[in-house]
């Protein structure tokens, strides 16, 4: 039951960007660690620069 | 569960759904219940999905789960991410779901229940599913790329650059149309008009908590702005009750167009953290959760359908929008059925993030059924309310009369009785001063779902949970509003700079602020001219919306048609031939009547002519003989710009039959766009 909720609460988060900065965290690490990593704050304004860039929203 | 069980099962489902659109279809009496168009649309979506979608996949477009992805390949942990299928179905139908499936069927609901029923329907399992799909499987296949790229690598510079002009134009028409919606539901309102501007401090609030206070926390934040919000309805019934308070947000339609103007102006050049991110999750949150609250309300309250199936305005005499059945029906109901501006986010946007290309069947075909569920949901609404109340609220007064008494005197002539204490007690019942000609299909939504939340929740909360329901359209429409200008600029920024090289800079401040001005003054114009009509503007706006949305939808089954017709797939082309060909039938014949009409309702330039007639013969009441002259020009604007998304749309349709035809004869064409082969690394959840 606790791993189930704990699954819907993961499928939630992800759904809503709440994990996106840790889900970045762990990609860097593992692909490109010599890169820096960003910061929280600069992370979550260049995402949603990024996602506002182009049609993310329909009539 | 053995074969023939299951094949029992869906055979039960069949027959269920069958009987269900036979007793839509057959019924005639005082009223229906609205449990058979939910089982209908269920059970037709899950034949659909089961069935032809699945047939779709294994014959036409052969998805190869052991390809890698864009987004496995260019996983840069930002937007090319590969991610669980529930969540990219969730964003894909967080993205598509906007105000439109809401606005179309009120609005077709003129025609009486049935028409749009059965459209609604068969043009989401046919067309609009298959297009979503199709195009989001052609665009995985293709790094990713948008339609424009799309329609330009595979039948060449004409066709990409009819796709790039026909979805600018699209976008300042939708705002435009937009727009004039929440005017509608705003004018001498000042409990909508406080609620919703307080959404805009909210709004600024929660961006700033999610970048500077606890930075990325979206989920807290989103919860203490919806909080917020509800707060925001509460706090303007109060307002509204107030007797000073209330004169500072009692605004005509001309200044709640102008705020929305400035607002638009604003949302396009502000940081996005600032207005447009942060309002968008809290439009999401707001979206998801009242559809979904809307859908147990109707599960549990099962409402009776006062609308007859099929009224006298098939004949294309309805107050709510001009002309005929045939085609206007198709026109007026694009989002929902199909539409167009789906192509444009199930190419670019959502192949960045599918993991695999089996999942796209139940993106794209899944998430587009479940979006013509919210059309159903929204054409119960507007048919639960007594058909006199929806003719009274969606009626503009340019055509039932200014004053209540004629309006109800006209309405009940045609025999849906209503009477002006009826409409005065649900006004007061709703906390407004009136509900006459609160065209756009906004306000009379909002009385369906009130009423069905109040009897469903608890009575006695109708006006708040009538501004509620004002709230929750009024921030998505916002939503859409910020957003369609902001990528409306970043492509107009795109164009220009091909002409001029440093207008096309977009992280300049002087190109950014010259963009935005042109696509706000756009959409504006329009905006400005609907709220001077006296037939309220969208009776104009809404067909010349949906015929563009369609010319879209028109493109993306073009540019579909084509491929599949040169990857060898000339048998399986009608899939999209099909809807293609419906389309480009109904668009055309709703844009000739458009333009070449002689009744001036429909026809733009005869309703030009008309006026000036009445203009020169001096028959107009002085104030509407100055605003004349303007309401001519734009009406023959109008009236060019359907020819003009006609041509468009014929432009490309022929450039691909006659690529398709060099390739059948073994002539030169673009190449495939194809990306090559890659194997993928990722196991298949």
Redesign the interface.
């Known amino acids: 039951m606790d791993d189930k909720l704990q699954k819907l609460w993961d ?8 994990d ?2 840790e ?2 965290v ?3 690490e593992q ?1 490109h660690s010599n890169e820096p990593i960003l ?3 600069a ?17 | 569960m053995n074969k023939l069980s299951r094949g029992l099962i869906w055979l039960a489902i069949a027959i269920v759904g069958a009987s269900a659109i036979g007793g839509i279809a057959l019924h005639r009496g005082e009223s229906i219940n609205a449990m058979w168009f939910v089982v209908a649309a269920v059970c037709t979506y899950l034949i659909g999905y089961r069935f032809y979608s699945a047939w779709i996949m294994a014959k036409v477009l052969m998805p190869d789960a052991t390809r890698a992805t864009p987004a496995e390949r260019f ?5 090319y ?1 590969p ?2 299928r ?2 990219v179905f ?2 894909h139908f967080a ?6 499936p809401l606005i179309g069927p009120t609005l077709a609901a003129q025609f009486g229940y049935l028409p749009g029923t059965l459209w609604i329907l068969v043009g989401a399992v046919i067309g609009g599913c298959v297009q979503d799909m199709v195009i989001m499987f052609l665009s995985t296949r293709r790094n990713g790329k ?1 339609l424009g790229k799309m329609a330009r690598d595979e039948l060449g510079p004409v066709g990409g650059f009819a796709a790039l002009i026909g979805t600018l134009t699209i976008i300042i028409i ?1 705002i435009a149309v ?1 727009g004039l919606v929440i005017v509608n539901a705003m004018k001498h309102s000042p409990w909508a008009t406080s609620t919703v501007f307080a959404t805009i401090p909210i709004a600024i609030l929660i961006g700033i908590y ?3 206070i606890r ?5 807290e934040a ?1 919860l203490i702005g919806v909080a917020l919000l509800i707060f925001s309805v509460v706090g303007g019934g109060w307002i509204d009750h107030h007797p000073i308070l209330r004169t500072w947000f009692d605004f005509d339609d001309k200044g709640i167009a102008w705020f929305v103007i400035i607002y638009g102006f604003a949302a396009a050049i502000l ?3 600032l207005l ?2 942060p309002r ?2 809290l439009s999401t949150f707001m979206k998801l959760g009242t559809i979904f609250l809307l859908a147990i309300a109707i599960l549990f309250l099962q409402p009776e359908i006062k609308m007859p199936a099929i009224t006298q305005f098939i004949d294309g005499t309805g107050p709510v929008f001009a002309g005929k059945l045939f085609p206007f029906v198709f026109i007026t109901i ?2 929902g059925a199909i ?1 167009g ?2 192509s ?2 199930s190419s ?2 959502t192949p960045k993030l599918i993991s695999n290309e089996k999942d796209i069947r139940m993106i794209g075909y899944g998430s587009m059924a479940l979006e013509s569920l919210v059309g159903i949901m929204a054409i119960i609404s507007a048919c639960v309310l007594d058909p006199g109340v929806y003719f009274a609220i969606n009626s503009p007064a340019g055509i039932v009369g200014k004053e209540a008494a004629d309006a109800v005197a006209l309405i009940s002539s045609w025999g849906f009785p209503v009477t002006v204490e009826q409409m005065e007690i649900l006004a007061k019942e709703m906390g407004e001063s009136t509900l006459f000609a609160r065209t756009g299909g906004a306000p009379s939504l909002a009385v369906g779902m009130a009423t069905i939340f109040s009897t469903a929740f608890g009575q006695g909360m109708l006006a708040v949970w009538y501004h509620f329901a004002i709230m929750f359209e009024a921030v998505f429409i916002l ?2 509003l910020d ?2 200008t ?2 409306a600029r ?1 492509m107009l920024q795109d164009l220009l700079g091909h002409i001029y090289k440093p207008l096309g800079e977009t992280s300049s401040w002087t190109s950014s602020l010259f963009a935005s001005v042109l696509i706000v003054a756009a959409w504006g114009y329009f905006l400005i001219m609907g709220v001077l009509d006296p037939n309220g503007g969208v009776y104009i706006l809404w067909p010349l919306f949906g015929i563009s ?1 369609q010319m879209l939808a028109g493109i993306a089954l073009t540019v579909a048609t084509g491929i599949l017709i040169k990857s060898g797939k000339l048998k399986y082309a009608w899939v999209t031939g099909l809807p293609l060909t419906w389309l480009a039938i109904c668009t055309t014949t709703a844009a000739y009547e458009k333009i070449f009409s002689a009744n001036p309702k429909i026809g733009f330039f005869a309703g030009a002519n008309d006026m000036a007639m009445k203009l020169a013969n001096g028959v107009l009441p002085p104030e509407k003989a100055a605003i004349a002259p303007k309401l001519i020009f734009n009406q023959q604007l109008d009236g060019w710009i359907a020819a003009f998304f006609m041509i468009v749309l014929w432009i490309i349709i022929v450039d691909m039959l006659r690529i398709s035809f060099r390739h059948l004869n073994g002539l030169s064409v673009p190449p495939l766009s194809e990306a090559p082969h890659e194997k993928t690394r990722l196991a298949y959840q």
């Open positions: 499928v939630v988060r992800s759904l809503s960007g709440d996106s900065y889900r970045y762990q990609h860097q692909n910061e929280r704050k992370f979550f304004v260049m995402n949603l620069e990024n996602k506002w860039g182009g049609i993310a929203r329909c009539c | 996983n840069n942990g930002r937007d991410i991610t669980n529930w969540v969730g964003h993205a598509i779901a906007g105000p439109g948008s939708l937009l999610m970048r500077n930075p990325g926390r979206v989920l989103s940081p996005v953290w447009l991110a968008d999750y694009a989002c539409s501006f789906h444009l986010v670019g946007t939503t859409t957003a369609g902001r990528v970043f949305n």
